[in-house]
């Protein structure tokens, strides 16, 4: 395959005729991935506030899409417990769950595979040990993965060695497994993927906004620092995108 097939490979309106015909894994009712990685045994988890009790965020969408902007500036102060749990809710919070169907959340997927998962490199969030977190969407937890001293170098780095990244209170990165979405799309998955990944990016945009926070989309980041950061394997899961968040200056 060429750079120019791969560049279109996503604009190619033969692939849904191919999708159409292909016998996928959804089609032979073979079970689909799991939805959400485990917490490993014995990690500490940290429970957030549950979204039926969260108090922040109400600002009226219209304020919230007329400040939107790419903010690359961010104060000293922490986020609070409150406030990342509204973040991830927003981008990932679930709504329900069904076997061969997906699950609904606060964000749309393609066929409802959702194909992602949420890593936080926290640095500076009340209540919330620096480290490397990964967010649990059925229990709506945080699974610490591990503490990390140089954490803000590493940030940094991972980010394509964007400065702004490590001065963050807390920095996104979602992995993606393509498998989930492949189960359904085959050959289509990564469009679909490619697709998903915005929605996801643009609901934190639209949170941090609401409670004073700023975040900025990085796309320009090291993959193999991202993925060891986050404890990805580079294959069969891996980092997609990054974002760091913090009060806005």
């Given at each position: 395959m060429?750079?120019?097939?791969?560049?279109?490979?996503?604009?190619?309106a033969?692939?849904w005729?191919?999708?159409r015909?292909m016998?996928?894994?959804?089609?032979?009712?073979?079970?689909?991935?799991?939805?959400a990685l485990?917490?490993p045994?014995?990690a500490?988890?940290?429970a957030?506030?549950?979204?039926?009790?969260?108090?922040?965020?109400?600002v009226?969408?219209?304020?919230?899409?007329r400040?939107?902007?790419?903010?690359r500036?961010?104060?000293?102060?922490p986020?609070?417990?409150?406030?990342?749990s509204f973040?991830?809710?927003?981008?990932?919070g679930?709504?329900?769950?069904?076997a061969?169907?997906g699950?609904?959340?606060?964000?749309?997927?393609?066929?409802?595979?959702?194909?992602f998962e949420?890593?936080?490199?926290?640095?500076?969030?009340?209540?919330v040990?620096?480290?490397?977190?990964?967010y649990?969407?059925?229990?709506?937890?945080?699974?610490?993965?591990?503490?990390?001293?140089?954490l803000?170098?590493?940030?940094?780095a991972?980010?394509?060695?964007q400065g702004?990244?490590g001065?963050?209170?807390?920095?996104?990165?979602?992995?993606?497994?393509?498998?989930?979405t492949?189960?359904?799309?085959?050959?289509?998955?990564?469009?679909i993927i490619?697709?998903?990944s915005?929605?996801l990016?643009?609901?934190?945009?639209?949170?941090?906004?609401?409670?004073?926070?700023?975040?900025?989309?990085?796309?320009?980041?090291d993959?193999r620092?991202a993925?060891?950061?986050?404890?990805a394997?580079?294959?069969?899961?891996?980092?997609i995108?990054?974002?760091?968040?913090g009060?806005?200056v």
């Open positions: 060429t750079d120019m097939d791969t560049a279109y490979r996503f604009l190619r033969d692939d005729q191919a999708w015909a016998e996928t894994d959804q089609r032979r009712r073979v079970p689909p991935p799991p939805m485990p917490c045994d014995g500490t988890r940290v957030l506030v549950p979204p039926d009790a969260l108090t922040v965020g109400s009226s969408l219209i304020d919230v899409l400040r939107r902007r790419s903010r500036a961010y104060a000293e102060a986020l609070s417990l409150e406030e990342l973040l991830l809710w927003a981008t990932q679930l709504h329900a769950e069904r061969m169907e699950s609904l959340r606060t964000v749309p997927s393609g066929g409802a595979r959702h194909p949420t890593y936080l490199a926290v640095q500076r969030v009340t209540g040990a620096p480290g490397i977190y990964r649990l969407p059925r229990e709506h937890q945080l699974c610490l993965l591990r503490s990390q001293d140089d803000a170098d590493a940030v940094t991972a980010c394509g060695g702004f990244c001065q963050a209170a807390v920095t996104f990165f979602w992995t993606a497994i393509p498998a989930r492949a189960w359904r799309y085959a050959i289509v998955a990564p469009k490619a697709q998903d915005g929605h990016c643009q609901n934190l945009y639209l949170a941090a906004e609401a409670i004073g926070a700023g975040t900025c989309a990085i796309g320009a980041y993959q620092l993925d060891a950061l986050v404890g394997d580079g294959r069969n899961e891996f980092v995108y990054a974002a760091p968040v009060k806005i």
